[in-house]
Nanobody
Framework: QVQLVESGGGLVQAGDSLRLSCAAS????????MGWFRQAPGKERDFVAA????????EYIDSVKGRFTISRDNAKNTVYLQMNSLKPEDTAVYYC??????????????????WGQGTQVTVSS
């Protein structure tokens, strides 16, 4: 059983940066694709970014391309989301998730097997 714990959220101003971390325990971390999703109040939980088990492939939602970077350190069983040039519309609870499914499914919330508890990111204007 894989357990995921996010950290690094907080309250920042527009234009600032944050780095989210997600520490995994249990399972073989490098065998899982990892993703970040976010959920704003009253909205669906949406895909943000994903990275393959080896770290060789990444995928981003268009609205964060060029601003967010997903990375992973398999030696530390940790995945990161570096968020730069933050905007108020980035405000949400951010969740990391793990999937053993195909890479082609990484944007699909239902294909993720494991989820963290979430960390709040609030960007003020």
């Amino acid at each position: 059983q894989v357990q995921l714990v996010e950290s690094g959220g907080g309250l920042v101003q527009a234009g600032d940066s944050l780095r989210l971390s997600c520490a995994a325990s249990g399972g073989t971390f490098s065998s899982y694709g990892m993703g970040w999703f976010r959920q704003a109040p009253g909205k669906e939980r949406d895909f943000v970014a994903a990275i393959s088990g080896s770290g060789g492939r990444t995928e981003y939602i268009d609205s964060v391309k060029g601003r967010f970077t997903i990375s992973r350190d398999n030696a530390k069983n940790t995945v990161y989301l570096q968020m730069n040039s933050l905007k108020p519309e980035d405000t949400a609870v951010y969740y990391c998730a793990g999937t053993s499914g195909r890479w082609g499914w990484v944007t699909m919330r239902t294909k993720y097997n494991y989820w963290g508890q979430g960390t709040q990111v609030t960007v003020s204007s």
